[in-house]
């Protein structure tokens, strides 16, 4: 579980905004644009439905749950149904809950490659300061009402061996994401919807908590 949301938080949301983007009249300006109007974010709260189809299976895999980011550092990830789950990224460490067996770990992130570079693009991401993420990626403009942008990793990569390409689709106001849709080398498609978002609201205290969390009011 922890391996593959790692990989989706630093594929989906790290590859949101790279800035070397080639034959993409009008993307530039666009990133610029979105910069601007996410510079004063300080906090973010907001639901999300995650469906995974996979090639073996016949149903989707559907995950219901609650993002929590607060500034300068703070990070959390609530999977509320089927099953719970959670992991905090807070002051250089993370902690891990397993609600099926009650159990959490912790550890620092410096000492953890992976979970350092996520809590690092999250960071840059919600700050607007696209210029230091990775440049691992092609971006181009599909829409622009709804604006919607696509990511293909390059081909020297490591991602390109799994991932085909990543869409995101952005809210009206571009303070935030709508929906991201990830489309694996393997057929397997993972879609994520995001709603009822509240910026630079005050996050309850159990957000950052491991444990069993109620849903955002």
């Known amino acids: 579980m922890l391996k593959f949301l790692m990989m989706l938080l630093i594929l989906s ?53 609650m993002l929590s980011w607060e500034r300068p550092d703070s990070f959390a990830w609530h999977i509320i149904s089927p099953i719970e789950y959670a992991i905090i990224m807070r002051q250089g460490v993370a902690r891990q809950w397993d609600g099926e067996h009650n159990v959490v770990q912790e550890f620092k992130m410096s000492s953890n490659p992976i979970m ?5 693009q999250l960071q840059r991401w919600f700050s607007g300061n696209y210029e230091k993420l990775a440049t691992e990626y092609d971006v181009s403009l599909i829409s622009r009402q709804p604006l919607i942008l696509t990511c293909v990793p390059h081909k020297d990569s490591p991602e390109f061996e799994f991932i085909a390409r990543v869409s995101i689709q952005f809210r009206e106001d571009l303070r935030y994401i709508n929906k991201i849709t990830i489309e694996e ?3 397997d498609l993972t879609n994520i919807q995001f709603e009822n978002s509240r910026l630079n609201e005050t996050i309850p205290a159990d957000a950052w908590r491991t444990g069993p969390v109620r849903p955002h009011a």
């Not at 009008?26 to 996979?54: C, P, R, Y």
């Not at 350092?116 to 690092?120: D, G, I, L, M």
Request: glycine share 8%; proline share 3%.
């Open 116 to 120: 350092r570079v996520a809590s690092q």
């Open 13 to 65: 949301l790290g590859c949101i905004v790279p800035l070397q983007v080639q034959g993409a009249d009008g993307v530039t300006e666009v990133l610029e644009n979105i910069t601007q109007q996410m510079a004063d974010l300080k906090s973010v709260q907001v639901d999300f439905v995650q469906e995974k189809k996979m090639a073996i299976f016949s149903a989707p895999i559907v995950l219901r749950g």
């Open 185 to 187: 080398v393997s057929g």
